[in-house]
C-alpha cells in the first residue's frame, strides 16, 4: 500500500515538473520576442529653431481699471419718478439719469423765498434806519441775521432739488440699471455704474530688479485674448514704494482704447518696450513639454544604423513669448529640427517618421478666425 502511495506521489511531481518546464519554456519565448519588438514609428510634424531679432521688452500680466469709474448711488432718500437713461449706452457729463420725487420741496420753496424776500426787504430798511441813527446796531444785525437764515432755508432746499435730480458726474458709458420706476431709494443704494472707457489704465508689476529699466513715458503694448491685435499705450505712473511681501514694483500705463473693447476688470498682456533688440532662438510654444523639474523638447535626429529618424529629448530653458512662439535662450541650438506638436505623448529615443503635410502655421501675430 505505501509502495503505491510513493509511486502516485513520484508520479504526481513528475508531471508538475514537466508542466512547470514547458510553461518555463513558452515565457522565456515570450520574453525573447518582447525584447526583439520594436513599435511601429510615430508620425510627427517638426519645425526648425531659427534665429530670430526681438524687440527688447519687459512682460508681464496686468489688470485694466477705468481712468474714471463710479457707482452712481442715491444721496438722499427718496421715490423713484424718472428714470432717463438707458442702460449699456454712453452719456455726457450732466445728462438727467434719474428724478426722485421732488414734490415736498418744491411746494415748500415758493414759502422760504417768500420769506427770504420778506427778510432782504427788512434788512435794506433797517441799514436806511441805521443810517438815520433811528434804530440800534442790534436790531440791524438782527435783521442781517434774518434775512441771512431765510437764505440759507431756500439754499437747503434748493440743495434736496438737487440731489434728488440725479445726473451723470463725468462722460462715460452706463452699465445695468439697479433701480426701478417707484422704487424707494435710500441714502447710498446703487442706481448704475458709470465709467470712462477711453482711455482706459491698465495696471501691472515687475521685480525689483527691473526698476531700474523703467521710466515714465516708456511704450507699452498691451495684448488681451478678447480681441486679435495689440493696443499702444504709455507709462504714466510708477509707484516709489516696492511691495515688501513680494519685492515688485507696481506700475501704470494709459493706453488709447477707441471703441472701449478693453473693459474694467479684463486682465492683458503687457510688454513694456526697451531700447535695443535681442537675439534669441525660437520655436513653437507647442514644441515645448512642460513640467514642473523642466522644461524639454524633442529633437530629430538620424538613427545611429543611418535608417530613419530617432528622437532625443532636450531640456531647455525658456525665455519670452510672442504669439505662437517662444525663445529658448539656453539648451538648443539654431537649425535643429524639434517636434512642433503632439510632444505629450512621445519618448525618448523613439523612432518616428516626418510628415508636415498638416503641420500648422506658427505666426508672432496671430488673427485666431472667430468661429
Known sequence: MKKRIAIAIVGLILVIGALGGVKALQIGKMIDQGKKFVPPPETITTAAATDESWEAALTSVGTLNAVQGVTVAAEIAGKV????????????????????????????????LAQAQLARSNQKRAEQLLAEKIISQVDHDTAVATYQQ???????????????????????????????????????????????????????????????????????????????????????AINPQVDADTRNVKAQATVANRGGTLRPGMFVTVSVALPGRQKIVAIPGTAVLYAPYSDSVFVVEKAKDGKGDVLRQQFVKLGEKRGDFVAVTSGLKSGETVVSTGVFKLRNGQSVVVDNKLAPQFQQNPKPENN
Open 81 to 112: 419718478v424718472k428714470i432717463a437713461f438707458e442702460p449699456g449706452k454712453s452719456v455726457a457729463k450732466g445728462e438727467l439719469l434719474l428724478q426722485q420725487d421732488t414734490s415736498t420741496e418744491e411746494a415748500q420753496l415758493p414759502g422760504a
Open 150 to 236: 431765510a437764505q440759507a432755508q431756500v439754499d437747503s432746499i434748493r440743495a434736496a432739488i438737487g440731489k434728488k435730480t440725479i445726473r451723470a458726474p463725468f462722460s462715460g458709458h452706463l452699465g445695468i440699471r439697479q433701480a426701478n420706476l417707484g422704487q424707494m431709494l435710500r441714502e447710498g443704494d446703487p442706481i448704475v455704474t458709470l465709467q470712462t472707457l477711453d482711455p482706459i489704465y491698465v495696471d501691472f508689476t515687475l521685480p525689483q530688479q527691473q526698476l531700474a529699466r523703467l521710466k515714465s513715458g516708456q511704450t507699452v503694448r498691451v495684448v488681451s485674448d478678447t480681441q486679435a491685435g495689440a493696443f499702444s499705450g504709455r507709462i504714466t
